[in-house]
């Protein structure tokens, strides 16, 4: 049996690493197990591999329809933004895994946020939601955040132009209260940031946080660091308080905060290895590879064991100054052979 | 109007449904409208008509109308 509720008795990141070892790995085991006899493509790769928990490329959710329930128990399917003339990968959910994602996203986030809804500014634009049925990675995000926010307000028209009325008319209003500003790495930087900028506005203090993520690759090719991007924000948008996150639309839910310490997390629900480039074999700490990434949380597809794209550098585990247990981790960038792929940070 | 005319209607509303449909036994993710589009549409009207502000786990618990009912009775909202 698949027991995940036994997780939801602690904290996301209160377990060490011998006891989150116990209850994690058994639920890994059996969501393997379940994928086994539910998803025949899965049942083929075990089989040709001889692995019980093999690893898969993401790639294989854009060759292949992987999932392991009924086409009539979907209840929504997302992908990621690939670029135009690229595949994109299909994400099937069901009830119970949607559920599962909200469930991990809002406790994750709760340890950051204290667990109170925040009056929330996101740096997009609504059209990004048009099509109900068909959610990109992008859309995803924002509708999973959207519920640690009140009075949710949209700061890009549907050219992505920064509505900057709006936008000051927003930080007026809730100038008492901390707010939580939301957007994608890369348009946070281009649309707001650099609006900021020209248009000479300095927005005034505010207490609240930004939380962004699924951009920094585009970001890196412009040479902007992380400490750039905190730093420019703190002087234009006036947040001192400013959150990554990395995660990816294969496993929507658990994704892994960047701490005060600009250390990644993972927690309770997710896991990460670092594989060496040649023989796939589990890194030390401070050695570079691929980024091999575990969650709780699918089960209506077989995407709780994945292969990324990302190259990363384990830092330490059980051992961040900022007190959460855990792997913690960097991330260098994008493996150099691997396929040119969107991100949520794509728009068309 | 009642409490309980209002809560119904919201749903009317929010999920486009006829003037005397029945709703008390809709559920999230049970009509292709309550989706989790849906369900952030529902969750601002049900706070802006019973002037309440929910906590992020009533969000993810109002997962019925029924279930919508017991947590607004918890604000202090009277259906009887």
Known sequence: MINREELFKYKPFQLDKITKEKIFGNIITELSRYHYENCNKYKKICDALNNKNPLIPVRLFKEFELKSINSANIVKTMTSSGTS???????????????????????????????????????DTKAVLKDRNMFSARGAGILGFSMFGTDITYALDENMNLDIETVQKFYEKHKDENIFIFGFTYMIWEFFYKKLLSLNIT??????????????????????????????????????????????????????????????????????????????????????????????????????????????????????????LGKTFKIIGRIKEAEVRGCSDTFE | MTNLEKYCNIYRKVFELDNNSDVTTLSFQGIPLWDSIGHMNLIAALEEAFDVQFEIDDIIDLSSFEKGKEILTKFGVDFN
């Open chain 1, 85 to 123: 003339g690229q595949k994109v990968s299909k994400i099937f959910l069901d009830k119970e895994t949607a559920a599962m994602q909200t469930k991990v996203l809002a406790a994750i986030m709760s340890d950051f946020t204290g667990g109170k809804r925040m009056p929330m500014l996101i740096i």
């Open chain 1, 203 to 324: 927005l005034p203090k505010n207490n609240g946080f930004i939380l962004h993520g699924g951009g920094w690759k585009k970001l890196i090719h412009q040479a902007v660091s992380n400490d750039e991007f905190k730093h420019g924000l703190s002087n234009t948008a006036g947040f001192d308080r400013v959150y990554n996150y990395y995660g990816m639309v294969e496993q929507t839910g658990s994704i892994f905060m960047e701490c005060e310490h600009g250390r990644f997390h993972t927690s309770i629900y997710s896991d990460i290895n670092i594989l060496n480039y040649r023989d796939f074999s589990v890194n030390n700490i401070g050695e570079e590879g691929y980024i091999e990434l575990i969650s709780v949380i699918p089960k209506s597809y077989p995407g709780h064991i994945l292969l990324s794209e990302d190259a990363g550098i384990l830092l330490g585990e059980d051992d961040c100054p900022c007190g959460r």
